[in-house]
């Protein structure tokens, strides 16, 4: 797909040829990737594959060397990353964004303040910020999170962390979420409970999430796009890339199953 620039309407997000340089090393180099709208796509490959690279390029933190994203039909390839939000296109991160010291609820209301369109609020009255709680009561409950509603964010277990920032990113009113290792240093606990949350919240929107975690891709994505050395490697369902061979030698070497995996390193 390298150099064909038409737009698929099917797809929310497209890019053509991009590449990101540091200094010579091509860290994502002629990537032609194709979200389609309301899928649930996910991004692997092994340790310095380029995958946050390629979100930090399709979320504006890192401008491309070359070539082009579109989003919803619109080219943002240099917008900066509030555009891209103010878009739509919001992202969560590999280590967990909250404010401790804040209460869970304030931490969902400090990201719906954004519906004002001016500057956070820290300063007006209770009155105006109690304005949000009714919203951020719903996105606590969506996330299972309203029995913590005035605990403090920095106190809560690490699978809830994740969960309360999965809450305000649902607050920025997402198009399509970008979620970066959802499930990273969590129990089997926390992960079930999160992938149960990433399907619930993926309805009605479109989901591109970076994930280590081989079951937890099975599970969720339609969609696999396969990074090694900063370049796609394969693309289709689980079933098709995990018999590929090419992406079993990037993953293990010559270990033939790669099914078998929950993690790599």
Aim: hydrophobic share 40%; charged share 25%; proline share 4%.
């Amino acid at each position: 797909m390298v150099g064909d620039t038409s737009l698929d309407s099917g797809c929310i997000l497209q890019t053509d040829g991009l590449s990101k340089e540091f200094l010579g090393f091509v860290a994502v180099g002629d990537v032609s990737l194709r979200v389609r709208r309301g899928s649930i796509h996910g991004l692997i490959g092994p340790n310095g594959a380029g995958k946050t690279t390629c979100f930090n390029l399709l979320t504006k933190f890192l401008q491309p060397t070359r070539g082009s994203i579109h989003f919803d039909g619109r080219d943002i390839t240099r917008m900066q990353p509030a555009e891209v939000a103010r878009l739509g296109l919001v992202r969560s991160f590999q280590i967990s964004a909250v404010f401790p010291h804040l209460t869970v609820l304030e931490n969902v209301r400090v990201a719906l303040q954004r519906t004002r369109g001016g500057s956070f609020d820290f300063w007006r009255s209770d009155r105006v910020l109690r304005g949000f709680d009714e919203r951020a009561m719903e996105l606590l409950e969506d996330v299972g999170l309203i029995g913590f509603t005035h605990r403090p964010a920095g106190e809560l277990p690490y699978g809830r962390k994740r969960a309360l920032e999965i809450a305000t990113t649902l607050a920025l009113d997402p198009v399509m979420m970008l979620l970066d290792e959802p499930t990273a240093g969590m129990t089997a606990e926390d992960v079930d409970r999160v992938v149960k949350l990433i399907r619930r919240v993926a309805a009605g929107r479109t989901v591109l999430m970076v994930e280590h975690n081989l079951k937890v891709v099975e599970g969720l994505c339609d969609i696999i796009t396969v990074l090694t050395r900063g370049r796609v490697l394969a693309e289709g369902d689980y079933a098709a890339v995990s018999r590929n061979p090419e992406v079993v030698a990037a993953y293990l070497g010559t270990d033939p199953s790669i099914a078998g995996a929950t993690t790599h390193g």
